[in-house]
């Protein structure tokens, strides 16, 4: 790879390697955007923001989803091009035309997606780009290899060079990305959302790392729009948003404050709820399984019950079965076995529209792939499931005024911002698109209602108001399913807790219990071990090695 | 399907279970869903076989001519030759199995493959150092033996999958294998003579060079599909490819400069799909057919216009010929079928290694197959995406055009219209066959060729079937072997999708 611009990249390397293994080792890039300003057509994704990473610190870009965060980093990576300013390495001003010349200059990315290519083995993807290569440009993985075992030691990774990605836990996938990064000779290391994928155990292991990395003068930026791994990791954090810098925040700022700032008003970061009045149990699922097409249980014998304005959240990492189990229920999973059944009538092997007719309302987690028809209007999206009743359609026709004049009165009650109801429901923001969704659904008479990450990629109003609604329609006396891998949505809405781990129920416990003893049992421990580790953990009982510290507890003594 | 409706088999309800299901666990804990194709295929495929090879067989003996050697002293020295090397080369593979499975480390993917190859040269070349000319077996017998044989193969891949186990993949090899064997025996028993035999050595050498095309075809598809973009204009590289060697071949009579403007041809037809749908995006199968169709109108009126009015100065190409590699020649059987082929069969093996070298050892490779996968991966280490699409779809049509030039400069010395006959087609789904692998692409290949010429052999020596159905044989073959009876096989993840950045 060519270096675009007049650089002495190799005096860099030597002053880095210098003390490779002295753990104070003094930063050594200095990075710094001036004045970055990223256009899409005439939205401004970045409005002149001003950024310095100092060397050896872990710098936080705090911000709401849509911020702004993410494209600043692409900017900085190569990815996008930026419309406007320059970025400084060591006061020099730099071009990235596309991310090996980032790479080159010391920055790497660990991107919230990974860029991991799944059939390929850890040594195929960090050799990726970065070949080395015998006589005739054979490949030598070998040296690769060699290359992960070094790494992996020194950072206690535990990554074998020979794994398929595929067959890797997240955590070890976003472990393999960040030795890509270090195979390269990174100095700056952007992690963008690391945490988003990972239990409250894995992200505990993951700070360490960072602080690890500190420890050997590398510079962290650390995005993310999570209070508490911000305040527990960072040493300066940048608010971002609606694209631009709002300022400069403290690490033992209060997180309603930091909140405050992020959104621009005073938010409340709690949830008012009255205590559940739970009725009689009408929904009940027994010994629920679906199997997928190579023949897993994904779901495996599940039974739990839920009762008359009550919440049951179903809390876990993503990808352990929490789909499949919403999707059995709807009705559009092929192999299923058990029972389901909602007031005495089983739902199993009932069409979607059966289900639908029984009184389920449904928001599913992908809104833009299941929620909705993206160039289809507001009233249309609200119909969707109602279209062929009265009053919207009569015979083969439909009513097109009665169907304005519901859109125009969802919209109102549900504070859907939009110009009008005519307009397409793909050019609404994520959070408007949520508020259809959820108009829609909450229009039946709902005899149980199930959303799945509802507010998935929301900014902090839209999810006070569907946080609201929920809670509303709790009170309404619906048994009330709630599928997160927010463990804070999960405390603030759940009356009970049932936690998924490969597909199997590993306990259900009450509202009140500890997030140290939902991360366990989110990683596969049951409740009442879950339960005893903690407690022995937080009276100092195990050695630091065996549970690392969780972040609440985390103190400034790295600092 | 049935499996599905069951009642979970294993009922644990405690706890206790998910924290050990841990990674390991999470694979084998499961009562896998055991699907009922390849058992009721096999049965089916079986009962089709007892019918044919067993109550309808002729009572006629089957013949089949093996060696026909020019030389029978240099063939003899070559054949011991192959024999001690075969022999030498057996032991080795097979102790490496052996030791491997003895420490309880994994078998190295290719060490059952080349115990097999090497087995099969041994066996043949057993046979030419035997100096063996002819077999003649009983049809009636043989043709009951390979019916049992098949009935017991199908009752035991329905045996397993009562059991709930898998079916393993030898089984299905063997099964084919056998399959083989009655259907030739009872195909040629039927013929029109007292006492029919067909020549086992042409009918080997015939498939190889009737698969030339279809090898370079895949080789295409190959390395278009692991870069991400479907390939389906093969068809049309071919055409051009044959119609340019033609021409050009003609104009500077030299037929080395046709096959280089044959290359240049195919690169042409990949120019269009490159810019068409790398760059503007268009859909790729679209791109692809439409550019099939306007190759086939564009050489047919070219060759109804230009060729067939002056055919003396634009359609005369000239043939390359044959050449007999010294040694490897001789070897009985084995020579004829792989060593006496044209420049153009000599490019074939020379491309199927280098294509599969490339692919996965290589760091070219590497990139290409990264780039097939998760394109987003690649750009995001400085891999150019597009620009390694291009180039490969570009060298995939570069290859393509040399497979069209075996049309008019090996096969038939003069170009016809759509002289090409599906062939590109043909490729596509050998590509699949074989795996988006450049060896299996390479026998998927072979097996195709060996179904075409045993067609037109037998509409030669007559058959009870009619020629009409067996010139149904290598596409009928193509529909089973796509449809998955082999096993399931994953495209790369990122073909057919365009690349767009950001």
Request: net charge neutral.
């Amino acid at each position: 790879m060519t270096l675009g611009w007049d650089y002495p990249l190799p005096c860099r390397r030597q002053r880095a390697e210098a003390d490779p293994y002295t753990h104070r080792l003094v930063g050594v890039l200095k990075l710094e955007l001036k004045g970055i300003t990223k256009r899409f057509g005439s939205l401004v994704a970045n409005d002149h923001i001003d950024l310095v990473v100092e060397p050896g610190q872990v710098h936080c870009l705090l911000g709401e989803n849509g911020a702004g965060k993410s494209t600043l980093m692409n900017v900085l990576y190569g990815l996008y091009d930026p419309t406007e300013g320059e970025i400084l390495v060591d006061g020099k001003p730099v071009v990235f035309k596309d991310p090996g010349e980032a790479m080159a200059a010391g920055i790497g990315m660990v991107h919230q997606h990974f860029m991991l290519i799944p059939v390929f083995s850890v040594a195929e993807n960090v050799a990726l780009g970065n070949e080395t290569t015998k006589a005739a440009g054979l490949l030598n993985l070998e040296a690769t290899r060699e290359k992960i075992r070094r790494i992996s030691d020194q950072y206690g990774f535990d990554v074998d060079p020979d794994a398929m990605v595929e067959d890797l836990p997240v955590g070890v996938q976003q472990r393999v990305e960040i030795i890509k990064a270090l195979v390269r000779d990174a100095e700056v290391l952007i992690l963008d959302e690391p945490t988003a994928v990972l239990t409250p155990q894995e992200t505990d292991e993951l700070l360490e790392i960072i602080r690890q990395l500190k420890r050997d003068g590398k510079s962290i930026v650390f995005i993310s729009h999570k209070l508490r791994e911000v305040k527990a990791i960072s040493d300066t954090i940048t608010v971002i948003r609606r694209g631009k810098v709002v300022g400069q925040a403290d690490p033992s700022a209060s997180p309603t404050e930091l909140a405050s700032a992020m959104v621009g008003r005073s938010v409340s970061l709690t949830l008012d709820k009255a205590p559940a009045n739970t009725g009689e149990v009408t929904f009940k699922v027994r010994n629920l399984t679906v199997t997928d097409h190579n023949g897993q249980h994904v779901v495996d014998d599940l039974s739990f019950d839920i009762a008359k304005g009550q919440v049951l959240a179903i809390a876990g990492v993503q990808g352990n079965g929490q789909t499949e189990l919403t999707e059995a229920i709807l009705g559009v999973q092929p192999h299923v076995a058990g029972s389901i059944t909602l007031g005495g009538e089983e739902l199993l092997g009932k069409s979607v529209k059966h289900v639908l007719g029984a009184g389920v309302g449904f928001v599913p987690e992908d809104r833009t792939l299941d929620g909705l028809v993206g160039t289809f209007t507001i009233s249309e999206n609200m119909i969707l499931d109602l279209y062929d009743k009265a009053p919207f359609a009569s015979g083969v026709g439909m009513k097109p005024g009665v169907i304005a004049e519901n859109a125009a009165r969802k919209v109102e009650e549900f504070d859907v911002r939009t110009p009008s109801v005519s307009a397409a429901v793909g050019t609404l923001s994520g959070g408007n698109q949520q508020k259809v969704v959820l108009a829609r659904e909450l229009s039946r008479p709902l005899r149980l209602f199930i959303a799945s990450q509802p507010t998935r990629g929301l900014d902090v109003g839209s999810i006070e108001f569907v946080h609201k609604r929920v809670i509303a329609e709790r009170d309404h006396g619906t048994p009330v399913m709630i599928v997160s891998t927010e463990l804070d949505e999960v405390l603030q809405l759940a009356d009970r807790i049932a936690v998924l781990y490969r597909g199997r129920l590993v306990g259900i416990v009450p509202a009140g219990t500890s997030r140290d003893v939902l991360g366990l049992m989110m990683a596969g421990v049951p409740a009442a071990e879950a339960e005893a580790n903690a407690s022995a953990h937080a009276s100092g009982a195990t050695t630091p090695a065996t549970v690392s510290e969780p972040v609440g507890h985390e103190g400034e003594s790295h600092v | 399907m049935s499996a599905t409706t069951q009642s979970p088999a294993s009922k644990q309800p405690d706890a206790g279970k998910a924290t050990r299901a841990d990674r390991a666990g999470g694979q084998a804990g499961t009562t896998g869903l055991v699907s009922w194709k390849a058992g009721v295929g096999l049965g089916l495929l079986a009962i089709l076989g007892t019918v044919l090879f067993g109550f309808l067989a002729n009572t006629k003996s089957a013949g089949f001519r093996i060696a026909e050697a020019r030389d029978p002293n240099a063939s003899s020295t070559a054949a011991w030759i192959t024999l001690a090397v075969a022999l030498a080369a057996t032991a080795y593979v097979g102790y490496r199995w052996i030791s491997h499975r003895r420490e309880g480390r994994g078998v190295d993917r290719w060490i059952p493959a080349t115990t097999i190859a090497a087995v099969v040269v041994l066996g043949l070349a057993a046979l030419g150092v035997a100096r063996v000319e002819k077999i003649t077996v009983p049809s009636m017998a043989l043709g009951w033996t390979c019916s049992v044989l098949l009935l017991a193969l199908a009752g035991y891949a329905c045996f397993l999958t009562v059991q709930r186990r898998r079916t393993p993949g030898w089984l299905g090899g063997l099964f084919a294998v056998v399959f083989l064997v009655g259907f030739m025996i009872w195909i040629v028993a039927g013929g029109r003579d007292p006492e029919p035999s067909i020549s086992l050595g042409g009918l080997m050498a015939g498939a190889v060079t009737l698969a030339v095309p279809l090898v370079f075809g895949s080789l295409s598809g190959v390395l278009c599909e692991r870069a991400g973009v479907v390939n389906i204009a093969i068809e049309g590289q071919l055409l051009l490819g044959a119609f340019s060697a033609a021409v050009v071949a003609t104009v500077t009579g030299n037929v080395y400069v046709g096959l280089i403007s044959a290359a240049v041809a195919g690169a042409l037809v990949s120019l269009v799909l490159a810019v068409v749908s790398i760059k503007y995006l268009v859909n790729q199968i679209i791109v692809g057919v439409v550019l099939n169709v306007l190759i086939s109108g564009l050489t047919s009126f070219l060759f109804s216009t230009l060729l067939t009015a002056d055919p003396e100065h634009l359609n005369k190409p000239g043939r390359l010929q044959a050449v007999d590699i010294p040694f490897l020649a001789d070897i009985p059987i084995i020579g004829p079928i792989l060593f006496r082929q044209s420049l153009v069969g000599y490019l074939m093996y020379i491309a199927v290694i280098v294509v599969y070298v490339g692919l996965f050892h290589t760091k070219w490779g590497l990139r290409v197959r990264a780039v097939g996968e998760h394109p987003q991966a690649a750009d995001t280490v400085g891999i150019n995406v597009n620009r390694t699409r291009f180039i490969n779809v570009l060298m995939g049509g570069a290859i393509a055009g040399i497979g069209g030039s075996f049309f008019t400069l090996v096969s038939v010395d003069a170009f016809s219209k759509d002289m090409s006959g599906g062939r590109g087609y043909i490729a596509l789904a050998a590509m699949i066959f074989g795996r988006w692998n450049p060896i299996g692409a390479f026998l998927a290949a072979l097996l195709f060729g060996f179904a075409d010429n045993l067609q037109s052999i037998i509409t030669i020596i007559g058959s009870p079937v009619p020629s009409q159905f067996m010139a149904m044989l290598p596409y009928a073959l193509t529909v089973i072997a796509v449809a998955g009876l082999v096993g399931r096989s994953r495209p790369p993840a990122a073909d057919g999708i365009p690349y767009v950045k950001g």
